[in-house]
């Protein structure tokens, strides 16, 4: 049987600098795509799935990311008087129950893999998810949804997975796939950003992860990996020979929010899928035709 996972872990102690002066005093994971900022989404994604305690991995100046998902007295109470129940809805559905969201600093800025082993207390020796709020999915049902529905066969890590030209290898994890069924890719390597010329396959992974808690030996180690940080793809390798491996292949559009360009095409698919917003959203377009 397979370990259940109802934990997850939020790296967001980045300091956002490709959003700067934006996220001088707010953290990037905070910044709104429409009307619900980055790291919402990837919380509701979470809760979606199952997920019953959420932890952040955070850093300096994050503190407002925990208060979003916290009681503003203030607020409600001028909702309630003045009989705004949807906006009082939409604030007090943010709410985790006590106990459901925790915090831990990542004091150094060492890499992914640094962040989720920072996280290891809280996970100890259970399966458990990691979320990156810059990878912003829409799916239904969503990413995580269903890669734990792919876990429940396959047990093991688990990865949210796409293929991606050539020429941008190098800007992920690489799969080197041994069994492909065109959903689930059954990996016997993994590469951390290499140039297409080394790359196994195109077949990336992006901020979605299934894990087993036996990836903290290796992560404890605190090896360096490329660009000097501890990368979790170089830990997650050595689990291969133990511990089975897959990427998913999920239903569902990916906007790279660690990019403006991504940023902004997230912005308009949002507000082109919503009713209240679709028509107004096609007209201001077609002005900058």
Known sequence: MHKPVTKAVFPVAGMGTRFLPATKAMPKEM???VDKPLIQYAVEEARDAGIEEIIFVTGRGKTVLLD???HSFELEQ???FHGKEEALSQVQDVLSKPGQISSTRQQQPLGLGHAVWCARHFIADEAFAVLLADDLIMAKPGCLKQMMSAYSQTGGNIVASEEVPAE???RYGILDVVEDDGLLARAKGLVEKPESSQAPSNLCIIGRYILQPEVFYHLGKQEQGAGGEIQLTDALAKTI???PFHGLRFEGRRFDCG???GFLEAQIAFALA???LSDGTRQILKKYK
Do not use: A, G, Y
């Open 78 to 80: 001028i909702l309630e």
């Open 241 to 243: 020979d133990t511990i």
């Open 259 to 261: 990019s403006k360009l």
């Open 274 to 276: 919503r009713d209240d």
């Open 168 to 170: 941008q290898t190098n």
């Open 68 to 70: 979003h998902f916290d």
């Open 31 to 33: 910044l709104p795509i």
